[in-house]
């Protein structure tokens, strides 16, 4: 049987002619198969086939532009580490540490009030803890005596696990921990986020540090504005 004939009948039997020149080991361009099998009849199921196929390929292709789009994100986040990296050093800086501290507080700490003489941040995110208490020890003459912690955390959670989770975290003695505070709203509803570990609250018990971190937010803010001009 002549290699056309052998095309032929692979043809006939609905292979494509990817398939075809596999199996006869061919590297003939599939513009001269097609040629040579032109007025062969193809089976009925052969649409169904090659629709599956279409269908394969199309799965493989995204599986790929995936694995390809992690590959290109990861590198970009290298590319972004490195430039920033100097950058991040600079945070030892006691400047630019308390700039970023006054910064955070802005943002997230308790605002000064005559009625109590400290000032407090919670967060259930363990890197904003740190960075609130580390920014402070850089800052500031950080006293542990003027530390104190609290858990506040859903009604089905573990206090016990919570705590050893949160010292490990903050380094905090267990002396420093008052007495956690229970949603009660949650009382009989499940956590469903098995990783929440509540939120932990540092009260600093120190005014003078407060009031010089929400002056420092209010120059900074004072400097950007003056830059912009008067408001129209």
Not at 6 to 27: A, D
Not at 151 to 166: M, V
């Amino acid at each position: 049987m002549s290699l056309i004939e052998r095309t032929r009948l692979l043809r006939s039997w609905g292979k494509t002619y990817g398939e075809i020149k596999h199996e006869l080991k061919l590297q003939i361009p599939k513009s001269t198969l097609s040629y040579w099998c032109k007025d062969v009849p193809l089976p009925n199921n052969y649409l169904t086939k090659i629709a599956k196929l279409s269908r394969n390929n199309l799965n493989k292709a995204r599986l790929i532009a995936v694995k390809v789009n992690k590959i290109k994100r990861q590198e970009f986040l290298n590319k972004l580490d490195k430039i920033n990296l100097s950058i991040a050093g600079s945070i030892f800086n006691p400047k630019t540490a308390k700039i970023a501290l006054a910064m955070l507080c802005l943002g997230e700490a308790r605002k000064y009030s005559s009625k109590t003489s400290s000032f407090y941040l919670g967060s259930s995110d363990p890197r904003i803890i740190i960075i609130f208490l580390e920014l402070l020890k850089i800052c500031f003459n950080f006293k542990l005596e003027k530390v104190r912690c609290t858990i506040q955390c859903r009604a089905d959670q573990n206090i016990e696990d919570l705590e050893i989770f949160w010292r490990k975290i903050t380094g905090m003695p267990k002396s420093l921990f008052y007495k956690a505070q229970i949603d009660p709203r949650t009382i009989g509803k499940p956590t469903k986020r098995k990783d929440y570990k509540g939120v932990l609250r540092v009260d600093y018990f120190d005014t003078k540090t407060q009031l010089d971190l929400e002056s420092l937010a209010n120059l900074v803010y004072n400097q950007l504005q003056s830059k912009n001009g008067p408001e129209v």
